[in-house]
């Protein structure tokens, strides 16, 4: 019985092995340069959620430390002025005396030059003291922590807590006693010392 003409598959099984080489090769080189990249990651995200503006607390050495974003900016403009009248309004001098300056203020370090585009990367100062928030029941209207509840409006902002591992105690304190004055809240859990940004580039704050 005559069989049919036969096919000559070399040059499919070639291509082939030539494809699944490629495929092999990028695979290596995304493993390779994913495990090189350090992330400095955005951490509270956008300035909004749910149509409320978020008022930033950090929870670090069992202390709280607010962090004010119109402060912030007080501040940023401030130094901005002061520069300008240093330099003569000379840009290029103004690029480098910015490229060397930094923000002390409420336990953290600021990054001048980030600020300037919009963006806060604030550095906690390891040696500054917060507000070691003891007793919810003695946090009077006229404290520290209390004075600041008494000011937010619930219907219209919430609180972000940013959580340092040695300070998950002070933080349920405090975020009780948001939950009682029905404030919403929002955590997000931070390293020992990484940087805290606050700025474009985050992702959205969810409030539980």
Known sequence: MASGPSMDLSSFTDLMTCILGV????????????????????????????????????????????????ELKKACDTKTEELKERVS????EFLKAAAQT??????????????????????PIPE?????????????????????????DPATQFICFLVRPDSYRVFQRARNMAWVRNINVACELQDEKNPIMIGPGGERIFMQ
């Not at 090189?36 to 995200?45: E, M, N």
């Not at 930094?102 to 919009?118: K, P, V």
């Not at 070691?132 to 404290?143: H, I, M, R, S």
Request: charged residues 25%; hydrophobic residues 40%.
């Open 23 to 70: 495929l092999v090769l990028i695979i290596l080189l995304t493993g390779i340069d994913a495990s090189q990249i350090t992330v400095l990651v955005a951490t509270p995200k956008e300035m909004t959620s749910d149509d409320k503006s978020p008022v930033f607390f950090e929870c670090r050495k069992d202390q709280l430390f607010q962090i004010s974003v119109e």
């Open 89 to 92: 309004g000379d840009e290029a």
């Open 102 to 123: 930094t923000i002390e203020m409420d336990g953290h370090r600021l990054d001048y030059t980030y600020a300037l585009m919009g963006k806060y990367v604030l550095l």
């Open 128 to 152: 500054a003291e917060g507000y070691p928030l003891k007793n919810q029941k003695e946090e009077t209207a006229d404290k520290w922590y209390g004075s600041r509840l008494a000011k937010i």
